[in-house]
């Protein structure tokens, strides 16, 4: 009898993603349910999904979700978990969300040191209004309201909000990865394997930034973009473990 | 049985929310409010399943309420004028998601920073939904100490029933001023009505979602129209007002909150004089008590509308006696607060304008 050795992860509901080709959130939603689905969590997990590209989300996670305004994503995760410590809360929340908009929000669930995890997908644009100049978006990097490229000058750098949110004390675990490559899809699930984990041991606000190609407004091929992340986004947003205070003796998170 | 107790309006309402069953607040510093906050630091430090957040924002506090409400909690959040304005994103989702809390808004001077002085400038915001969208919140506009009491702890039963964001909406005087007040009784947390919608885990049942993104025209049309039913049948149900001297009077006077009690120290007055004057005391802003207006109308071809702004309720009051009555209006904006005697002589002085002591 041949044994499958791909299957859909049991909390991805049987829906078609309606993201575009080349696009990372699939890979990232499938990457989460999996970890979900190893630690055994399904039936404790409630996510917080975004206004952006990812605002569908409740339509392929098989878990309770409940959506939160733009940038609101880290005060809603702050109000029920704080309700329901015992449960698994967690945010998924693209680069204008959580890094513009939704800042204050995050730093200060932070700060507070809130018992969530917070998925950070960092695309360097706003996909779903059609490609403007987000928070993240590179010097040089040509967007519908960057026609000419961001300049400092101009438009400001780009902002690394983990770098941020890492000098808040209540953060344990932070970490940078990307969805471009195989090597890095498997890291990348490693991160959030950690941070869920971090949770459930009650260690506090955990967070997993992942470079994620958006082929569609950075006008090149899928191939193209994961180069383009390989080659000229991690540079400005370089993959590695940005805070790791996991096993740090600590207070406690509330 | 509770005993009498001397409390200020702020301490009324934090006591009685947690009285009734409140586990989660979530505020911003901001006067004439603050006390309301401090009431709930400490108070909640008591109780093993409370949580109170200090929020970075009037923005984050109301949607962390939105989260708690989701997880099921009965859950408030206050605040005064401006930080109204910043909770409007929050309050217009919870309408849409259909979550219930509780919004306390303890009106100031306005617009802009305005200052800290008692208003009922918000009137606009709060009966017309404030945020964006086709939506409304209840509004409950007590006069007393023990009408905050009361109305808190209905305010939290309301909101659950209809599933409706609900704003308490009192200002600066009646936070901070003392009276005596019996709190109501502690609800028992198994009391609280079962909620089969919200989001604690798909454990042995299908996984749920609370959202408002509703691309579908059609079915955003749909929605509107469920909330729509919703309003119409809250309207039907929910119609209160305080009816005082009314029933031989030929000049009505409509006002709420602390305007009502002035108005009705007013009417003391000029009934001492031989004027024939009454109260209508709406306590419920939205719905407007268009009913009791309409019913008054039969017999009182003259109401005087007034309030602590240019003229807000006074729309209301037009809409629902339909030309049936003259409607006359009187307003001080800003936080000027009138005495009793300025607005009897208004009264006054409208009362013979209008000829109303000759016998028809």
Known sequence: ?254 | MTDKVLMRGTHVIAESAIRSGCRFYAGYPITPQNELPEYMAEAMMAIDNATFIQAESEIAAVNMVLGASMAGARAMTSSSSPGISLKQEGISFLAAQELPAVIVNCMRGGPGLGNIAPSQGDYFQATRGGGHGDYRSIVLAPATGQELADFTARAFDLADRYRSPVVLLIDGMMGQMMEPVVPPEFMDEADIPYRNWILDGARGRPSRIIKSLILDPAKEEEHNWKLYRKYENITKELQITEAYQIDDARLVVMAYGTAARIAKGAIKRVREIGLKVGLLRPLTLWPFPARAVEDASRFVKEFLVFEMNTGQMVEDVRLALKHRSEVHFYGRPGGVVSTPDEIAKVITSLYYRLHLEEEQ
């Open chain 1, 1 to 254: 009898m041949s044994k499958p050795v791909f299957h859909r992860p049991k909390y991805l509901k049987d829906a078609p993603f309606h993201y575009c080709p080349g696009c990372g959130h699939s890979i990232i939603h499938r990457l989460i349910a999996e970890v979900i689905e190893e630690l055994g969590i399904g039936e404790i997990t409630i996510g917080v999904p975004p206004a952006g590209c990812a605002v569908l989300a409740y339509d392929y996670f098989d878990v309770d979700m409940g959506e939160a305004a733009h940038g609101r994503g880290c005060a809603v995760a702050t109000g029920i978990k704080r309700i329901l410590p015992d449960r698994i809360v967690f945010s998924y929340q693209g680069d204008g969300d959580i890094a513009a908009i939704g800042t204050a929000e995050t730093i200060h669930a932070a700060n507070r040191g809130e018992n969530i995890t917070v998925i950070f997908v960092n695309n360097s644009c706003y996909g779903m209004t059609g490609g403007q100049m987000a928070p993240t978006t590179v010097l040089g990097q040509k967007t519908t309201t960057t026609p000419g490229g961001r300049t400092a000058p101009l438009h400001g750098t780009p902002i690394d909000l983990s770098q941020m949110i890492a000098l808040a004390r209540g953060s344990v675990y932070i970490e940078r990865t990307s969805v471009h490559s195989v090597r890095h899809i498997l890291k990348t699930k490693k991160a959030l394997m950690k941070a869920f984990t971090a949770q459930m041991n009650g260690r506090g606000f955990s967070l997993v930034e992942i470079l994620s190609p958006c082929p569609t407004n950075w006008k090149l091929t899928p191939v193209e973009a994961c180069d383009h992340i390989e080659k000229e986004i991690t540079k400005t947003f370089p993959l590695k473990v940005i805070k790791d205070e996991i096993d740090a003796d600590r207070q406690g998170p509330p």
